[in-house]
């Protein structure tokens, strides 16, 4: 089991969240996060003084898959959070020892609703 976490623009959310569930997802985590990369911020102008904006806003996702389902989850994501743009985010992919799902007591590949 893995889990996928994703940190892209907030503009693409909605398309993020429509391409996991057309993969079959059952579930998914979303926080309102900033931060920066290789953009680091931008300068902005607010009633004619300019200053420097160093975290920007993005959102990001955590979805818990099967191993048998990562391809088509980390796929689904690049291609709707994809602008072309610098700053589409990344996608960290780590391990997953227990999952356990608090209601049924219920573990692993049956706690994913798989």
Known sequence: MKLVTAIF????LDAVIDALS???NTGLTVSEVR???R?????EVYRGAEYEVRLLPKVK????CDDDALDRVTDAIIQAANTGTIGDGKIFVRSLDTIIRIRTGERDAQALGS
């Open 39 to 43: 953009q680091q911020g931008k300068t």
């Open 61 to 64: 996702v955590e979805v818990a």
């Open 22 to 24: 057309e993969t079959g």
């Open 9 to 12: 623009k907030p503009s693409r």
């Open 35 to 37: 931060g920066y990369g």
